[in-house]
């Protein structure tokens, strides 16, 4: 590609190449209103969502697995499970979503932390530190 599409390139991918997404289908459709018939959506008592959790606990080969309803209580039950506690350090990419971070405070986990400027490393555009990586990892808690 000798140009972005954005300056004036050829696209990648043209207007028939974007699908809107989910894909429903008669299939998909029918469970959903078999779902609205029986009148309970989820819970303990929800025959569609403890059906879900035992075929997902076998795909993943596990004994348990436990449907939330969003991405961060899913992380809030994952720090529990690995029984982080106050104080405990968790390393996180410096680049995700903010409800990584929130649910170690909420755990009462440390603030984030300004680190100080690393050298960079000839011919890298990030800076060195592998050393500081591994000891941060040794005395880690848990990684995400």
Request: aromatic share 2%; net charge positive; charged share 25%.
């Amino acid at each position: 590609m000798s140009q972005l599409a954005i300056l004036g390139g050829a696209p990648t991918l043209t207007q028939g190449d974007h699908r809107p997404w989910p894909q429903l289908g008669a299939r998909e459709r029918e469970a959903v209103s078999r779902v609205l018939e029986r009148g309970v959506l989820g819970g303990e008592d929800g025959p569609a969502s403890r059906a879900l959790e035992a075929r997902f606990a076998e795909l993943v080969g596990v004994r348990h697995a436990l449907l939330t309803h969003a991405g961060t209580s899913a992380l809030q039950l994952a720090l529990a499970a690995a029984e982080i506690a106050p104080g405990e350090e968790v390393i996180l990419p410096a680049y995700g979503y903010v409800a990584a971070p929130l649910c170690v405070l909420a755990r009462g986990g440390p603030a984030l932390r300004r680190r100080r400027p690393r050298e960079r490393q000839p011919g890298s555009a990030r800076g060195g530190g592998g050393a500081d990586a591994a000891r941060a990892r040794d005395r880690a808690d848990a990684l995400r």
